[in-house]
């Protein structure tokens, strides 16, 4: 797998299954039935910003991830990541490479921290991915998101110090 900068050339690969993790309401804050343009706008961030996409010797997009100063100003210290694997992907290790990735590159952009804003408590994959990368829970927003199955659970605010 590699991992490198997501292109213009890279939207048509990204958004097909970023729109299935969106439109199945259960892991992600956006609008279930947000169009691809918003998408992409939303996706594919300028600078500061970076966006990236893991793929595979064949070229397929495996998943993708976006790095972006957590707040403006005086905040712009600390970075923010999402992150999206391809579920045809699911648990081969794309979320912990891109997980890896984001990290180094926060690192080398001289971010100080990474804070991951809304992970949906009854992700518990991505709660147990984020925990071995070294993040912990600093905030809890009691049912802060409308999970389809689940009813309202809980959003939480992960962080680690870099």
Do not use: C
């Not at 579920?87 to 997980?99: I, K, Q, T, Y």
């Amino acid at each position: 797998m590699e991992i490198r900068e997501a292109s213009a050339d890279d939207w048509p690969l990204i958004w097909p299954f970023l729109r299935q993790i969106v439109a199945a309401g259960e892991t992600y804050t956006w609008p279930r039935d947000v169009d691809e343009e918003q998408a992409r706008r939303m996706w594919l961030v300028p600078p500061p910003g970076r966006t990236v996409v893991a793929v595979d010797p064949d070229g397929v997009v495996l998943g993708s991830a976006k790095l972006t100063p957590n707040q403006a100003g005086p905040g712009d210290h600390v970075a923010n990541a999402s992150f999206m694997v391809a579920p045809d992907a699911a648990g081969r290790g794309v979320g912990r490479a891109l997980g890896a990735h984001l990290l180094d590159l926060a690192r080398a952009d001289g971010y100080r921290a990474m804070q991951l804003n809304a992970v949906v408590a009854t992700n518990t994959r991505a709660v147990a991915l984020w925990r071995s990368l070294g993040f912990e829970v600093v905030g809890r927003v009691p049912e802060g998101f409308r999970h389809p199955a689940e009813g309202y659970v809980d959003l939480l605010v992960m962080h680690r110090r870099l």
